[in-house]
């Protein structure tokens, strides 16, 4: 839907390709946002109900591909049904912590909405410092964390301080 989320979509299909053999893509579809990505899984589901694997760009196509499963399986999600995704937002890792959800493992910056605004201030703390950005130096990187039912409480605990 957009250039970026293309350039997810297409890493992902690149980093699939390590494991080739072993899954088969059924369908590509749109779904930035959850009520489109849940209706759009639901047509997937109804030309491959046996497909139990979604690989989402975000956390929308997550949250809808998980109600659509959630809906599938009447709440019972079979352990070899996940859905793997971008963004890791607090409704993701409350619904892997769940461990009765399809969101399985998701992947962001920083790991939880703290940790990205510290990691802000420090930015901001560079430029009013005067940091040089000039030429390579301009680009800034973030780390990704992998956010799974390991590790999730400990992302999990940022939202749930007082």
């Known amino acids: 839907q957009t250039p970026i989320l293309l350039e997810r979509e297409n890493g992902i299909l690149e980093g699939l390709k390590g494991a080739e053999g072993k899954y088969e893509v059924v369908a590509q579809i749109e779904g930035l946002e959850a009520n489109d990505a849940q209706t759009n899984v639901e047509t997937v589901l ?3 109900p046996n497909c139990k694997v979604f690989v ?3 956390a929308g196509s997550d949250i809808g591909a998980n109600q659509a499963l959630l809906t599938k399986y009447n709440g019972n999600i079979p ?5 793997f995704s971008g963004d890791a937002t607090e409704q993701q890792m409350r619904a892997i912590k769940s461990g009765k959800e399809a969101s399985n493992t998701t992947v962001g910056f920083e790991g939880s909405n703290t940790r990205t605004a510290k990691a802000c201030v420090g930015m901001y703390e560079k430029i009013l410092n005067g940091d040089d950005f000039s030429g390579e130096k301009h680009n800034i990187f973030r780390p990704f964390v992998v956010i799974n039912a390991d590790n999730v409480d ?3 605990a940022d939202y749930d301080k007082k």
């Open 46 to 48: 109804q030309a491959h």
């Open 56 to 58: 989402t760009i975000g």
């Open 79 to 83: 352990e070899d049904c996940g859905i």
């Open 154 to 156: 400990e992302y999990l």
